[in-house]
RNA sequence: GGCGGGGUAGCUCAGAUGGUUAGAGCGUAGGAUUCAUAACCCUAAGGUCGGCAGUUCGAUUCUGCUCCCCGCUACCA
């Protein structure tokens, strides 16, 4: 028997949990994880908070308290939000742990000492204003080859070589545009190029043909592009120190440790089972299926660069599956959490508390498994209402409220097979919609599993009406007796099949039936093959004895009024502005590789000669033009009165070319010339950025002003 | 810009190794019913399957180009 080993990706420390994650990765990988355990497999669901990276030191910067602080407290937040939500981890552990540096730096050393980790002294540049080693890309200079002036750190765009740092002439900051110093420093390169012909990993390459879409294509653009080694140390004091010699002040790669936290916090609950070599079943033996739930972000780390490190560790199993989802998009647009554009899962649990299985439904319906999906409060309230408490809620508080009429909520005998046609029909439609939801599942179609269980309730609804059992319960008490009883199998078998989805409604309903699953149950209804001879009334697997009494009747679901709706879209939106329509930086980045962004406190204080060294004046832009090849900039020649200058300015996402013409516009005019894309940038645009985070002209507002004028 | 994924009924989404009437749920309309949270049940209307070419006896499904959305990546002095 095989044993499962999920994952979900381990959730950044640096905020609390939005749906979008949730729909992403976190509830696909519970409800997989549940089902598994019903069908009674022997699978483990590891996570934990992700709690290193620059971006989690950045964000406690800006709140004022120390990077340990920040995670004890996002920990916290994240991990009660998950279980509010009825998302139940095997293990759910944390990067920052002792254990866990402990293993990601053995991870290291096993990597180091068979070779695949490669020392490279480098004359690292390093940005005196931010305060950082620069990452190769985020250097340019000129190239030494075709003297380009807009080579990166790592390669030249223009004539492709590739290059190191230090082949660069006269580099500058791509982050604050200062001068960098040389410093030396060494890392420790991943030669992935050369990973890719391991045995280990060649053989995994073959499953990956059964993959999803979507992440066999992103899977198979990466090989066919070629990798190149990758750097898995960085220059920071804020992660997991490099184990090695002359290595201070050194971590390791986030993205090299981070997937160690699966293993280590598999190993911490081992430990914790008293069973310390317990992880070696789910790590290390060949039975093993390793499954990664993630959102589409994370595809190249868990399907190649995790994946290359564990074959290159050896022994160890690389993923059998990795159903990685797209994005849940929220009233239209991209999730932003710099906007508030975000349902907040404690806030959602805070705000409408009890209905964890309504939010559970509405993102289980939507979930982006094939494309990008969408979440609306509107589709909400509409699931709910129309899905949840009509046909689910409604047909188990008929079937309550009818046996209670009947026979004070006693059960009575099954029908038999001639009895009725409705019966056997129903029962064959049972068995069929039973069947599609374990394909479904197996398939990690969960969205298509989920309807299906709420068919199961269709089902009985259109049975209750073919039967008409409150006419029975006039003229013919025994046939109503038996039409309720089966109704009431059916409210069992709705217990079972809901319990991954919907595992509160599961309790709830199990306690009004008076009625519990034993693991055979569960287990004989999830396995297929198992009842699926079974198909007729007799004899079929009875979940109620006869003569049971039913608990009192109590609706499982009540209709979202719009008032809880219209308050939740109001708080979505203090400033409801229709035009955001372009989102220039949406807030989706798991981990902390990207540019920092300037954060909102004020800079030091300068004096008035450095005010004074700006040569700010008022310019009038010309003409305007898209550049080619990029996406982000536009040519833009501007009049200051006794010349025209030509500047190359990053707008493009903000503007249309032909609305700039003729506007007038704050300009920094004494900034070093710098060439951009093969043209030479002569100062700078200045802008003001809204709160939606876009970009708004600096201008006069009073008359008179002509191009070149002075502002100070 | 490069690479990858997606664009299918009013809405949210399935599906199609190319072939008679392209599906589901919701919504809408009509009917039936009253046990039930005015819920359930039945029926119907609704789609040039992003656009333009091409291959083919036949394409929504294959090929090329193009537009739009998303991700990774590059670009923002």
Known sequence: MPRYLLTAALPYANGPIHIGHLAGCYLPADVYHRYLKAKGEDALLICGT??????????????????????????????????GLGIVFTHFSRTSREIHHREAQAFFLDL???????????????????????????LVGTCPHCSFDGAYGDQCEKCGTSLSPDELQYPRSVLSGSVPEKRETNNWFLPMDEMLHLPEFATYTERIARWKSNVKGQFNSWVQQGLQPRSMTRDLDWGVKVPLEGAEGKVLYVWFDAPIGYLSATKEYMDLQGNPEGW??????????????????NIVFHTLIFPMMLAAHGQMVLP??????????????KLSTSR???????????????????????????????????FSWQDYQLRVNSELVAILGNFVNRVMVLTHKLSDGHCGDLPTVEANTSHVSLELELAGTRQEILLAMEQFRLREAMAGVIHLARLGNRYLAETEPWKLLKTDSEAASRVLRLAAELCAELCIALEPFLPFTASKLSHQLQWQASAQEREAWWNPGSADSKGTVDARTRYLAQGHRLGPAALLFVPIEDELIQAQIHKLSPMNDSKLENDPKPENKSKPENTPKPDAELKPEVTYDQFAALDLRIATILSAQPVPGADKVLEIKVDLGDEQ?????????????????????LMLTNLAPRKIRGIVSQGMLLMAENQEGQLVLVGPNGNGILPGDRVS
């Not at 990276?53 to 916290?76: C, H, M, S, W, Y």
């Open 50 to 83: 992700d709690e290193h990276g620059v971006a989690i030191t950045l964000q406690a910067r800006k709140e004022g308290v120390t990077p340990q602080e920040l995670v004890d407290r996002n920990f916290k937040v994240i991990h009660q939000a998950f279980e």
């Open 112 to 138: 180091y000492n068979k070779g695949f980790l490669k020392e490279k002294t480098t004359s690292q540049f390093y940005d005196p204003v931010a305060g950082t080693f620069l990452a190769d890309r985020y």
């Open 280 to 297: 070696r079943d789910y790590w290390e033996s060949e039975d093993s299926r390793l499954v990664h739930f993630i959102g589409k972000d």
């Open 320 to 333: 059998w599956q990795v159903p990685a989802n797209e994005f849940m998009n929220l009233e239209g647009r």
């Open 340 to 374: 508030g554009w975000a349902v907040w899962l404690h806030e959602y649990l805070q705000d409408i508390p009890g209905r964890q299985d309504e939010l559970r439904y509405t993102l289980l319906c939507n979930l982006p498994e094939t494309k990008d999906a969408d």
């Open 645 to 665: 200058r030509t500047v190359v300015s990053g707008i493009a996402q903000h503007f249309q070319p032909e609305e700039l013409v003729g506007k007038q516009v």
